[in-house]
């Protein structure tokens, strides 16, 4: 007898049980066989017949005796049965719940004490009825290696039967309270077991029918390094997963050469741990796959999941999640510059009027407020890649803004480089803000022009089209739902190299030479598309060129009854003289904008009255409670914030208008200021001009 390690039950291997042995008296034997042949010839002289009858009826009677003794011998009186080996007996004898040994066909072999207390002595398992059924399927599944379960009903209690092999042919059956799991041995079982046999279980022959039959790759391996071992056998899935599995390959061909020696050094370095190895896959370099191996006496079972789509998900949002942490920086960035674009204009404009046309200082100042400009451009192209731009939507027909950007678009071209447009029929209305499309057309064709002039020319191609929503995915937008609304660019360039396509829309990085490139084009169109519902997918071979392509969604007009006609208002032209009356509240805790923009409204005829932070605004409203005009204030400043300060002050303020001016976009904090009414905004950074315009517009509104 021999025990051997389970994950469910210790195996205890028995030698076959020996046979019951019978004995036959031989006196017995010749006694019938006499009497037979006494009835033989004392019926012949009844049957009056001759020789030839009489013989017959000798040799009938003959071999009558003759089956009746083989018969008697063959179910001879038997002896008292032989027990199973001792060990056997003492094992189930230590276990506190009833346990047996029982055969493939439910013949109980023996049992212990309260087995036979609980079940009686019943030769066999039960041969019919709910628990035969379920037992003999605990059976069936303790021949393929697993713990078996079975329901029994016992003294008006259901009980669980757990069937475990131990053996060939021979099977542990326990009787547990419901939900039982692996044998829990007692101390005095324990003993036994120790004193029987301590032998380990020879190495796994086959997989299991788990392993057979997973969705993942499974093979049992046959040496002592797992990488170098050959495979015994394989499941279907791991020529699915790795091209490959056949008995006798080298498990570590299937594995990418580089990625298997780091992980053969991970594995015997003992690094590795719980966690699987991860490789990649010899047959596709770019198909990742996690390796899980356990061991057991000498042979491996390996376990190969293929996680390539797990890992471009986990790449993408981690980008997603770089994007965002650079586009949160870059907006915060833009606002506080765009308080130091304010101060400048503000000042070059108090400047202006003391150096007009003609004075020396004068191309210098404008030399300073054009420097300045492509300094607020900058800022614009930071605020559209982090998504904070403030976005003025209107109804666009994608066709008609290609057309008249064309002319403008042939411009930014040399002469060696061909543009050709190709407008599809029946083009969507998409709703968008008309100068970020601009912008963002522009920068990619401005990006095709570049790439081609290194190859000496070429021709870039615009197109424009309807696409169904199966188009959509076909062409690079996976998540597409509907039609799109489609904008292409694309070039016979170089193309963009594989080992760059994932940084393309990074800030700041660029391919260009330095001095030639801010990195910002293709980041700033990525933000354009993303704050416009879009999406963008680039599609690229090496010496094939690349094209862009812009999807935005359809726009589908809510059907509503038509307005009955009225007069167009006519539209306000822009003020000319910019002076006024008033009483302002200026409320901005930067000391630079605060300090130049009330000077130069003071200038305009407009009482100011100044406030670095919302609290001291608030007094200030409360002070002078209706007789405020106009409140000017900015977002976000340190304590009270700009929407929270108009809330509180709108008691005192009546119904008189308020303007916010910030670096940030009017959408972050438009639903703040839900249910106000004569609030309106101004984007930094701003000049005296564009500042005095909207503050003249705004009082004769209210006016």
């Known amino acids: 007898m021999q025990i051997t390690d389970s994950p469910e039950a210790p195996t205890l291997a028995m030698a076959e049980p020996p046979s019951k042995t019978r004995k036959t008296d031989p006196l017995i034997a010749l006694a019938v066989l006499f009497f037979l042949l006494a009835v033989a010839f004392a019926a012949a002289p009844l049957l009056n017949a001759g020789p030839e009858t009489l013989a017959g009826s000798l040799l009938l009677f003959g071999l009558a005796g ?123 079982a324990m003993e036994v077991l120790n004193a ?283 998540s597409a739902v509907g039609d799109q609304a489609m904008v292409e660019v694309g070039d016979d360039g170089p193309g963009i190299p594989p080992d760059v396509m994932d940084k393309i829309f990074d800030p700041f990085f660029t391919t260009k030479p330095v001095g030639e490139g801010t990195g910002l084009g293709l980041a700033t169109v990525y933000g354009i598309v993303k704050q416009s519902d879009g999406w963008i997918a680039v599609a690229s071979k090496p010496g094939e060129g690349a094209a862009f392509r812009i999807f935005l969604p359809v726009h589908i007009a809510p059907a509503q009854a038509a307005p009955a006609p009225q007069a167009a208002a006519p539209k306000r032209p822009a003020a000319r003289d910019l002076s006024g009356a008033g009483r302002i509240l200026f409320v901005e805790d930067e000391d630079a904008v605060r300090g130049v923009a009330a000077k130069l409204l003071r200038a305009r005829g407009y009482e100011v009255i100044e406030a670095a932070s919302g609290e001291e605004a608030l007094e200030y409203a409360e002070t002078h409670a209706g007789e405020i005009d106009l409140m000017i204030s900015d977002v976000v400043m340190p304590g009270m914030q700009g929407p929270d300060l108009l809330k509180q002050a709108r008691q005192y303020l009546g119904a008189a208008p308020v303007m916010f001016i910030s670096g940030y976009a009017e959408s972050e904090f438009s639903d703040l200021l839900e249910g106000e009414r004569n609030v309106s905004f101004l984007p930094k950074p701003i000049d005296i001009k564009t500042l005095a315009e909207r503050v003249k517009q705004e009082l004769q509104k209210a006016a």
């Open 66 to 188: 003759v089956c009746c003794l083989g018969l008697f011998v063959l179910r001879g009186a038997p002896d008292e049965p032989v027990e199973p080996e001792a060990g056997a007996e003492a094992f189930l004898a230590a276990l506190d719940e009833p346990a047996a040994v029982a055969a493939p066909d439910g013949r109980l072999l023996t049992a212990n004490p309260a087995w036979r207390a609980s079940m009686g002595p019943a030769p066999r398992l039960p041969k019919s009825g709910a628990a035969a059924s379920s037992l003999f399927a605990a059976l069936a599944t303790a021949r393929r290696g697993d713990l078996g379960r079975a329901a029994i009903r016992m003294g008006g209690q259901e009980h669980e039967a757990l069937v475990s092999p131990i053996g060939p042919r021979r099977f542990l059956v326990r009787l547990t309270g419901r939900g039982s799991g692996p044998l829990a041995l007692p101390s005095s």
């Open 196 to 478: 029987v046999a301590s032998a380990k279980a020879p190495p796994p022959r086959v997989l299991d029918a788990f392993a057979a039959a997973s969705p993942f790759g499974a093979a049992l391996l046959e040496g002592e390094d797992p990488f170098e071992a050959r495979i015994v056998e394989a499941n279907p899935a791991l020529a699915a997963v790795a091209k490959g599995g056949e008995a006798g390959q080298v498990f570590g061909d299937l594995i990418e050469p580089a990625s298997r020696l780091d992980a053969a050094f991970r594995l015997h370095e003992g690094r590795a741990g719980p966690a699987p190895l991860e490789v990649r896959l010899a047959h596709d370099p770019t198909r990742i796959a996690h390796l899980y191996l356990s061991q057991s006496s000498g042979r491996w079972v390996a376990y190969l999941v293929d996680v390539s789509e797990q890992k471009q998900v986990e790449l993408q949002l981690s980008q997603s999640q770089k994007m965002q942490a650079i586009g949160q920086l870059a907006g915060g960035v833009a606002h506080d510059f765009n308080n130091l674009l304010t101060a400048i204009l503000m000042q070059l404009d108090v400047l202006s009027t003391r150096h007009p046309v003609g004075d020396p200082s004068y191309e210098g100042l404008n030399e300073i407020k054009q420097t300045s400009m492509r300094a607020a451009d900058l800022v614009r192209k930071l605020l559209a890649f982090s998504r904070k731009q403030t976005v003025q939507r209107e109804i666009l027909d994608v066709g008609e803004m290609i057309s008249e950007s064309e002319v403008l678009l042939r411009r930014l071209l040399h002469e060696d480089i061909k543009l050709v447009t190709d407008y599809g029929r029946n083009l969507p209305h998409v709703r968008a803000d008309r100068s970020q499309l601009d912008t963002a057309i522009m920068n990619l064709v401005v990006n095709a022009r570049d790439a081609i002039r290194s190859h000496g020319g070429g021709t870039i191609r615009i197109r424009t089209a309807r696409v169904t929503q199966e188009e959509a995915r076909n062409l690079g937008y996976p």
